[in-house]
């Protein structure tokens, strides 16, 4: 059906305007990005920021509209990349990352940069397995037994085996999410020493891990090698305080950049020490569609 005679022309979507950073640093930061995207990076966590919480983490997405934003504004910035805990081959295909042309440069970074994939050659770096993890797989069942907690159906879904390199122990399907997840900490770090790995606490979730890697030497180590003079990061989770670091000593050294919270109410620690809190995935995907969208505006006026 047409449009009836004098009707008002049909309004086109209103690109987002883009938000202003609450602090000095972070509005500095946003107009070197808005300035030389060429000079930029941009990096990104995965569960929590890209994609929505869900309780079975094989189930979690990309964020309606994440990939389709993120094809806009990659290729108009030096590099982009994703840092996840997840293996990179698992960030890749919940996220949907693989053979999109908008995404030809992306890097995925797994298990807090121990791992690396490559958009341009669909090529994974991982390091060799840790020992400890085969015996700590072996010992999990009876320590989970012995804190009280090992009962009730969520346990058999509790347990998430990251290709080997790393263990996952998820409470939130747990009737009592907190009170698991504080009843098994201390068990699960001391199980964690005794093979030589570490214990990294997320939301509603103990992952046992390598030592010697996190998403701030990930980044730092990223960010140099790019060449970029900005960087902005956004994360939801504890684990994305080393990114946050990284940011800060960056800016410290010269570079300028932007610290975004995926806010949740789950986690308060990020949003004190970010420049701009967005709401959860859906200001994250906002955000990024927004500078796509000013820096589209300004090459067509240049
Ligand atoms: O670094 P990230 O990309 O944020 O990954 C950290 C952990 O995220 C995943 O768990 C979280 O998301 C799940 C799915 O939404 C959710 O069920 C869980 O409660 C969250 O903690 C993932 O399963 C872990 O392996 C990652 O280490």
Redesign the pocket.
Known sequence: MGSPPNAAPQSQPTPESVPTPRTAAGREGLAALLAHPERTVVAL?????L???????EK?RAHQGAVAALARLVPRLRAAAVI???PATV?VRLGGFADNPGLAHLTVLGHYGAERWEAATGTVHAPAPHPGIAAIQAELPGVLDASGVWHGTWVETAI?R?GGHAI?V?T?RASDPQGTFDRLRRPLTALAERHGLIVEP????L?LRPPGMDKGVALAEWVRETGAATVLYAG??L?DLAAFAAVEKLRSDGLTGVLVCSGSDEVTELAERADLVVDGPTGVVGLLGALADRLAETRAGS
Request: hydrophobic share 30%.
């Open positions: 966590d995965f569960d929590g920021t994609a929505d919480i869900v309780p079975d983490p979690a996840t805990g997840r960030a998430e990251k996952a998820h939130r997320g939301r509603f979730v992952e939801d989770d684990g």
